[in-house]
């Protein structure tokens, strides 16, 4: 049977989502405690790939495995289970079962992201946010990032070299918000390239201290150059916020 689970993790410790040689990753740390959990080697599929430092309130992955409830009665228990073995900055909110088809990247309708900005400096929020030390202008970089729906091919925000066999992408939202103290960048799209969401955030940046204008905002977008985009920021102050999917894919 195939399941997915719901966590959130802190990322500030961990090389990012996928698992690599000789570093701590958030998918290991999964499938080594499923894996003993379960009796046998568990693989476990994320949603996306989030970068070093990068946090997520909301991750989505999957596992197959037969026995279960044989082990544990119900997804609950093993739920609760995994809680206690991972450390405490990767939190298991719940696990289901879904369709035999269902996948958790290729399902995925959209993913949100968020970046988080301050002003000021706050010791309390340092882990969590970047600051920035110069006044932004947000409502021109709230007009550029209404650009961003008006392109597809997103080539000069992906980090080279990278295996992706696309760089389209369809944004559906793009905006800054003020929440306190703090400025909020929110951006939903079908699909993210690696670095993305870092390479627009710092672009956008480029354009709210008035180093570029949109027109140049939107000549970089055109020109699919990932050295004419602006600087990436850094991935503490990102977080995967959101994944959705098609009900169908849910078991009753």
């Known amino acids: 049977m195939r399941y ?3 966590l959130a993790y802190d990322g500030t410790r961990y090389h990012g989502w996928q698992i690599q040689p000789n570093a701590d990753t958030i998918q290991e740390r999964l499938m080594h405690a499923l894996t003993l959990l379960l009796g046998s080697d568990t693989e476990v599929i994320g949603a996306g790939r989030t970068d070093t430092g990068v946090n997520a309130s909301l991750m989505v992955a ?13 997804a609950a228990q093993l739920c609760h289970k995994l809680n206690r073995m991972l450390p405490t900055d990767i939190a298991i909110y719940d696990i289901v ?3 035999a088809e269902a996948h958790a990247r ?11 900005i301050t002003l000021e400096r706050n010791p309390f929020i340092r882990h969590y946010t970047y600051r920035y030390p110069m006044p932004l202008d947000f409502d021109l970089m709230n007009q550029a990032a209404e650009r961003l729906m008006q392109y597809t091919d997103f080539t000069s925000f992906s980090k080279l070299h990278t295996d992706a066999k696309t760089n389209i992408c369809h ?3 793009a905006r800054w918000e003020q929440h306190g103290n703090e400025w909020v960048f929110t951006i939903r799209a079908d699909r993210f390239l690696r670095n993305m969401v870092r390479a627009v955030v710092g672009t956008l940046l480029d354009v709210g201290r008035g180093a570029i204008s949109i027109d140049d905002f939107c000549h970089i977008i055109e020109r699919k150059d990932r050295c004419a985009a602006g600087t990436s920021v850094p991935g503490n102050a990102l ?14």
């Open 4 to 6: 997915f689970i719901y």
């Open 62 to 74: 999957h596992f197959d495995a037969t026995n279960v409830e044989q082990r544990y009665g119900n």
């Open 97 to 99: 079962p879904v369709a």
């Open 106 to 116: 290729f399902s995925a309708t959209s993913r949100t992201y968020q970046y988080h």
């Open 171 to 173: 944004v559906t939202h």
């Open 239 to 252: 977080f995967l916020t959101d994944i959705t999917y098609p009900e169908n894919i849910m078991k009753p």
